[in-house]
């Protein structure tokens, strides 16, 4: 067996080829022996216009296999190739869909298209996606499915088992909920546990009573806590009245890691979530140009220290030598302190208990950093230039530079959390440009200080 | 119900309290009414010397639990806690792992305490945990578990069902796997489809045989990776004969999802992945110098450029001005492009194929950026200092750097994934060395050759 990598640069190699012949019947042959989830990968390495021919082939050849390929792509792409279509052809896919992947296409909609869509597909589908659409973003409510099992708990094992096959296939269905007759959630069963019971024991009799469920307002990154948390392959969600209305699975949990992952590491580098290395130059340089010009407002605060020392560096030019070399150490040390902190906060490791703690330890370790630092810095610069003072003043400004980046390291995340941003978001923007301006006014502070010993 | 974190606040507060007062029975009684992977998720947020006070109470009053608690933490974590004990303590807490469990802990076990343990585990338990070693690190092989469910192809239904209840409790059994006598992987059958067949079916006429399967040898990424493709729950493993020789559960690609994001970012960062916030500043410390000794090398270059131009900043300091500004917005645009290659390299997104058009594509990024950010440094920088000429250079700086940004923000992941290097491993580090050399040289060359028009 190939690796999957391989198998689908071999894939992507054949398809490209296809597309620019124009061979759209030998493209439908290629794609018909692909399981959707790797033409979905395929897709993901082609260019927008090579990625519409891919779409429109399929769509002609087989509509459910279109709507399968499209639901495991990135919402935000599958509008990209969907908002093209006829709106009765989105809505022909769409209702293909299970309903918490369809609400994910359809809020990225334009507003007109969206309500003719909703008006085309069929009604079961159609008012889910409008309850689903109700609940807010990135909360439980919003990525549940709204198909699953769930019975009274009166129901004896064998109507149980009758019930499972009457019922049509419905997403990993792995366990069975347990509902009074209003609909409240009071326990589950899984499809091993009805295997091993005799036909006549009602579901209340052999049900687990505690379980882990969440609301519809629970953040989804907290839903993916829990099922990672407690080893579930899917979650139950409830309203405030304990009344069952959904089912988070966990593939869709993995989804949830898999973004968030990609949103910390993103919003560090100050990049959009949404930014793609497929994405055409424009489209790219749009979305990084506000950072950046964010950065040169954050950036130039280094300057000013530099410009209110001018005299000093030019009575001591080597202190300008050494300039950049500060101000990389502080921001590479304070980046370790970010990366920790960040990754700590989401994984829920850190709270105020241990915030201080940790305060007080990178603070530490920015000192003790800084002086297994700075004295090798010092000690090079003083052999290779024979200024003792000039050691000195590297060594010094080294240390204060890594205890200033273990400070703001660890207060610049939390103080985003406190003020509820997230402790990712120009978190490392802010502190390189900390670093940078302490850098420059200790290193050439110092330098003013003992200008007499370094001319 | 209570938002886990808070939750957890709750429970670390009072676990404080009792440790510090020694009061063993009631720091007992709050641990018997939490969940294991609760009391995992609470030893994180405490230190060492009180987390081995937990760990004492929790064997002295039930060691399943214990089992259960150790299991759940990160397996660094969870040998520094068991690495005291006794070698029979030991042994009784890890042949109550799951073999996959059992195999993190002991091979970071010292080499004779490894022995003593393995020698006095349950024969069937040990055995196990011998055969999961001999796979490497971080394969299919290592993180797969030896409990699965799978019976012979002849086997009929209601039989099959009778196995399912003589069998114990087998770790997450969602799929029934079905071998030839040999015990070759033919076909998988899902308990929902036990379930819906009449009893004297036989295993091979209702199993799907278009299994998904990874190899023993199998890198736990592409594992990852497989299950998230196909929104699995679990994986079988096959030797090279396909021979099923256990599964992979979602819950450990969670797991392994988590890990290689803390990973990618640390790396980037230049973090240990086993550094912690709660770990003592010296333990941090020497976890992090050996990356700031070599970031004190590769930010070496930049000041020789420098010295280079000494006489240049002497005639015109307004250039040192403006040093740390250059720098640091060519790192950051290149930081943009690294966070995005490293993450579509590790979600498997870009291949050979892509790279040279992303290359292209990161470089026009980088043109582009630096014509819009650079265009504004210099409008600034005129109406500031009066000196087109000065606006002009700075322009150019921003320009020159940026696009360096792109080319090697886009090259150097690549070249390590070419070298079968870890692409987050240092290129940050590498990208930086590069922005800062290159920033300073476009600045203070271009600053020589119009010298005589700035002064």
Redesign the interface.
């Known amino acids: 067996?190939l690796?999957?990598?391989t198998k689908?640069?071999i894939a992507?190699?054949s398809a490209?080829r296809f597309i620019d012949a124009g061979a759209h019947q030998r493209l439908w042959n290629l794609l018909k022996s692909l399981?959707s989830?790797?033409i979905?990968?395929l897709l993901?390495?082609l260019?927008l216009k090579e990625r519409k021919v891919v779409i429109n082939v399929l769509y002609e050849n087989d509509k459910e296999k279109t709507a399968e390929v499209l639901s495991?792509l990135e919402p935000e792409d599958a509008v990209e190739l969907l908002k093209d279509m006829q709106p009765q052809d989105i809505a022909l896919i769409l209702q293909e869909f299970s309903s918490d992947d369809a609400v994910q296409i359809v809020e990225f909609l334009p507003e007109d298209i969206k309500t003719q869509v909703l008006d085309l597909m069929r009604k079961k589908e159609s008012e889910d996606v409008r309850e689903l659409l109700h609940y807010e973003e990135k909360t439980a409510g919003r990525i549940m499915s709204t198909e699953y099992y769930a019975l009274e708990k009166n129901t004896r094992v064998a109507d149980a088992?009758t019930a499972?096959?009457l019922a049509g296939d419905i997403e990993?269905?792995?366990y069975l909920y347990v509902v009074d007759k209003d609909n409240h959630l009071e326990g589950v069963v899984s499809?091993?546990q009805?295997?091993?019971h005799p036909p006549n024991t009602q579901l209340k009799d052999i049900m687990t009573t505690d379980v882990i469920?969440v609301?519809t307002d629970t953040d989804q990154e907290?839903v993916a806590?829990?099922?990672?948390?407690?080893?579930?392959?899917a979650i139950p969600v409830v309203d405030h009245e304990n009344k069952l209305v959904g089912v988070v699975t966990?593939?869709d949990?993995?989804?949830v890691?898999?973004e968030e992952?990609?949103e910390?590491?993103?919003r560090?580098?100050?990049?959009d979530e949404s930014?793609?290395?497929?994405?055409?130059?424009?489209k790219?340089?749009k979305k990084?140009?506000p950072?950046?010009?964010l950065?040169?407002i954050t950036?130039?605060l280094?300057?000013f220290v530099?410009?209110f020392f001018?005299d000093t560096?030019?009575e001591a030019?080597?202190l300008?030598?050494?300039?950049?070399?500060v101000?990389?150490?502080g921001?590479?040390?304070g980046?370790?302190t970010?990366?920790?902190?960040?990754?700590?906060i989401t994984?829920?490791?850190?709270?105020?208990?241990?915030a201080r703690?940790?305060l007080f330890?990178?603070v530490?370790?920015g000192i003790?950093?800084g002086i297994?630092?700075g004295s090798?810095?010092g000690l090079i610069s003083y052999f290779l230039y024979g200024k003792p003072i000039l050691g000195l003043i590297l060594g010094l400004a080294v240390i204060i530079n890594l205890f200033i980046a273990g400070l703001l390291g660890t207060l610049i995340p939390l103080i985003l959390k406190f003020l509820r941003l997230d402790p990712a978001l120009g978190s490392?923007?802010l502190l390189?440009m900390c670093t940078?301006t302490f850098g420059?006014l200790s290193l050439l502070g110092l330098g003013t200080l003992f200008l007499h010993y370094l001319q």
């Open positions: 067996m690796d999957i990598v689908l640069d992507t190699k490209r399981h989830a790797d979905a990968a993901n390495r260019f495991e088992i499972l096959q990993s269905a792995f499809l091993r009805l295997l091993l469920r609301f907290e806590r829990q099922v990672a948390r407690y080893n579930l392959v966990v593939d949990i993995i989804d890691i898999n992952a990609t910390d590491m993103y560090m580098a100050g990049v930014d793609r290395i497929q994405y055409s130059p424009i790219s340089i990084r140009l950072f950046l010009y950065s040169l950036a130039s280094a300057p530099v410009n001018k560096i030019k030019v080597i300008a030598v050494f300039m950049p070399l101000a990389a150490l921001g590479i040390a980046n370790q970010i990366a920790l902190m960040v990754r700590e994984l829920g490791q850190v709270s105020w208990l241990t703690k940790a330890k990178e530490a370790v003790g950093n297994a630092i090798v810095l490392v923007n390189t940078d420059m």
